[in-house]
Nanobody, 124 residues
């Protein structure tokens, strides 16, 4: 089992940047593929980005491709989401999630463990 804690959210103006972090407990962090999801008010939680266990493979939602970068540091048990050129539409609670299988996934149901989320608000 793994516990996830997100940090780094906040209020930023459109065009600005934020870096989210997700710290994982336990010694087996490198055995989890990781993902970032987000949920805006009144909307369903949606996929943002995912990264393989080794960090060699990544995948992004079309809405963030070219602006967001997911990365991980297995030595620090942490996954990151660098968000650049932020837009008001990026406003949401951002969640990190972990899955035990090697392959990355865009499906919420494929992730077994979730953090509590961190709020990102982008003002226009």
């Amino acid at each position: 089992q793994v516990q996830l804690v997100e940090s780094g959210g906040g209020l930023v103006q459109a065009g600005g940047s934020l870096r989210l972090s997700c710290a994982a407990s336990g010694r087996t962090f490198s055995s989890y593929a990781m993902g970032w999801f987000r949920q805006a008010p009144g909307k369903e939680r949606e996929f943002v980005a995912a990264i393989s266990r080794s960090g060699t493979r990544t995948y992004y939602a079309d809405s963030v491709k070219g602006r967001f970068t997911i990365s991980r540091d297995n030595a620090k048990n942490t996954v990151y989401l660098q968000m650049n050129s932020l837009k008001p539409d990026d406003t949401a609670v951002y969640y990190c999630a972990a899955r035990t299988l090697r392959s990355i996934s865009t499906m919420r149901s494929d992730y077994m463990y979730w953090g509590q989320g961190t709020q990102v608000t982008v003002s226009s």
